[in-house]
């Protein structure tokens, strides 16, 4: 499993192969479980609607490991709400960072303040979310005040986390078409391979 492959001493040490990443997400696609099957299915979705408006590399990746990416680094499949606290708590986050490099890693962290920013700025916004993401609004601190938004706002990474939600919000709609997981595996590959001639990786 990526895990055991991936983790020494409870963090990441090591970094998983492409071969090891499709056969987990071709995994989590085909899973018996049609929650967990959603969860894969709804980031596929998701970065097919990026890849289609021609969207940087680091958004594809980071859609693509959007509410999954916990499941990478524990090595099991599981249908478990995350949080910006789980992606530190598990090591998701660092895993991410050295799997792809730190941009990767903050887009998916950043999804979830993009979520309290949208619900504080956009009237009716915080409504129309599923329950599930309602109660991660209010898990992770409610409604900004101006002080977080101004924090939010002045990251370099801020527009294409709101980008990143609203291409997960219309593949919840079902408006995306979905290909093949081999499709995506070349943007995994430039990923890693961006984040190796960084100098991110070791």
Sequence with gaps: MIAVESFASGRPRLRASSEDIYQFI??????????????FLRSAAAAAQGISENACVTSIVATLFSGCSEMFVLGCYFDRDASADSLLETHAYDWLALQFGSDVAELVRLQFSARRFLSTVIPQY????ALAHQREVFGG?????PFEKQVFTESPFYLRALAIVRWLEQANEGRVDIPDIEFFMVFLELGMERA???GLLS
Excluded at 26 to 39: E, N, S, W
Excluded at 141 to 145: A, S, W, Y
């Design 26 to 39: 071709d995994g989590g696609l085909r899973h018996p479980d049609r929650r967990i099957r959603k969860r």
């Design 141 to 145: 601190g409610g409604f900004m005040n």
């Design 126 to 129: 915080f409504p129309r979310l």
């Design 196 to 198: 190796e001639r960084r």
